[in-house]
T-cell receptor, first 114, second 112 residues
Framework: AQSVTQLDSQVPVFEEAPVELRCNYS??????LFWYVQYPNQGLQLLLK??????LVKGINGFEAEFNKSQTSFHLRKPSVHISDTAEYFC????????????FGGGTRLMVKP | EPEVTQTPSHQVTQMGQEVILRCVPI?????FYWYRQILGQKVEFLVS????????KSEIFDDQFSVERPDGSNFTLKIRSTKLEDSAMYFC??????????FGSGTRLTVV
């Protein structure tokens, strides 16, 4: 079984500042890693995913994340945030076999202030 | 881009009533899922479905819940006798098995 910990429940940041949202996972097997974004009253949109290969993954809206196997982390970063990035961000993990379920972290609310 | 479609977007039901939440997964996907998110909480796995049968289910998915793929396109979640604590956003998702999961926009279920 896997588990995901998002260390920060809320992250306030000023517009145009950099941000890092932290995610650590626990698993006894190799995993795939994902970040999803949820805007208010909307569904889950995939930001980026790590399946294999390069540990630095680039996603939509200028976000990127780095897979660190030794630290079992998959932190999400953006060099300059916009007001429109205000949302809930979920880190998720699945075993790296076909069709396995996703296990989500508790979410981090990113609040971008003008 | 292909989408997962969920209907209705919002359902209000009385406690004890049966509800059916509907989903149309992406056509070439093989694995189907239901997740739920109670307001303000994290997204929780309910059930996965592959090759016309349940492949995995969580402790939440008790005898009150069932899933069906009645035809080649729809995937449904039925709650037989709803409770107040079933109030949540329910998300359907699908995948080919690799390369990520696509989620629908969700159905907000309110049990009164």
């Amino acid at each position: 079984a896997q588990s995901v910990t998002q260390l920060d429940s809320q992250v306030p940041v000023f517009e145009e500042a950099p941000v890092e949202l932290r995610c650590n996972y626990s698993s006894s097997v190799s995993v795939y890693l994902f970040w999803y974004v949820q805007y208010p009253n909307q569904g889950l949109q995939l930001l980026l995913k790590y399946l294999s290969g390069s540990t630095l993954v680039k996603g939509i809206n200028g976000f990127e994340a780095e897979f660190n196997k030794s630290q079992t982390s998959f932190h999400l970063r953006k060099p300059s945030v916009h007001i429109s990035d205000t949302a809930e961000y979920f880190c998720a993990v699945s075993e790296n076999n076909a069709g396995n379920m996703l296990t989500f972290g508790g979410g981090t609310r990113l609040m971008v202030k003008p | 881009e292909p989408e997962v479609t969920q209907t209705p977007s919002h359902q209000v039901t009385q406690m004890g009533q049966e509800v059916i939440l509907r989903c149309v997964p992406i056509s070439n996907h093989l694995y189907f899922y239901w997740y739920r998110q109670i307001l303000g909480q994290k997204v929780e796995f309910l059930v996965s479905f592959y090759n016309n049968e349940i492949s995995e289910k969580s402790e939440i998915f008790d005898d009150q819940f069932s899933v069906e793929r009645p035809d080649g396109s729809n995937f449904t979640l039925k709650i037989r006798s709803t409770k107040l604590e079933d109030s949540a956003m329910y998300f359907c998702a699908s995948t080919t098995g690799y390369y990520g999961y696509t989620f629908g926009s969700g159905t907000r279920l309110t049990v009164v």
